[in-house]
């Protein structure tokens, strides 16, 4: 029997062994089935130290980045102010696109809360013009999305 097969075989009978007694044993392959459907898995979250201050979603309050990480408070995102991060965790990136910006032309790519999927700003793939060269591979998260968590007087 091939790996696949025997996947969905012992998955049967781990069903058929938890199932009532009243239950009968079609119903039990159906709902077997129906659960392997509906498991959704899970990403793992990344937590950044305690004794560091650090920014969080606003939404879900899942650990963004770590202040030591900040490199700007001078931007403007979509909704309003915005700072410049080198790194960023717990974050998604959807496909780069090009977009004309307030410094020019840049490929950008939206970055989005991998916890509650809410887009936060984008992270800059490719700067076009020399002078914003330095953006290359950092990310920008907007004020309205964000907290400051730990650590702050």
């Given at each position: 029997m091939g790996a696949a097969g025997w996947g969905a075989d012992r998955r049967r009978r781990v069903w058929q062994s938890r199932s009532s007694s009243s239950v009968s044993p079609e119903l039990s392959e159906e709902r077997a089935a129906d659960m392997v459907k509906m498991t959704?898995?899970?990403?793992?979250?990344?937590?950044?130290?305690?004794?560091?201050?650090?920014?969080s979603c606003i939404?879900?309050?899942?650990?963004?980045a770590n202040h030591d990480e900040l490199i700007s408070k001078s931007f403007q995102g979509s909704q309003?102010?915005?700072y410049l991060f080198n790194s960023v965790v717990?974050?998604?990136?959807?496909?780069?696109?090009?977009?004309?910006?307030?410094?020019?032309?840049?490929?950008?790519?939206d970055i989005y809360c991998e916890?509650?999927?809410t887009t936060l700003g984008w992270k800059y793939e490719h700067a076009f013009e020399s002078s914003?060269?330095?953006?290359?591979?950092?990310?920008?998260?907007?004020?309205?999305?964000?907290?400051?968590?730990?650590?702050?007087?």
């Open positions: 959704k898995s899970k990403t793992f979250q990344a937590y950044l130290p305690n004794c560091h201050r650090t920014y939404h879900c309050r899942a650990h963004l309003g102010r915005a717990n974050v998604g990136c959807g496909p780069a696109e090009e977009r004309v910006l307030l410094t020019g032309l840049h490929a950008v790519a916890n509650c999927k914003q060269k330095y953006k290359e591979g950092k990310f920008i998260i907007e004020l309205a999305h964000m907290i400051k968590d730990n650590g702050w007087e």
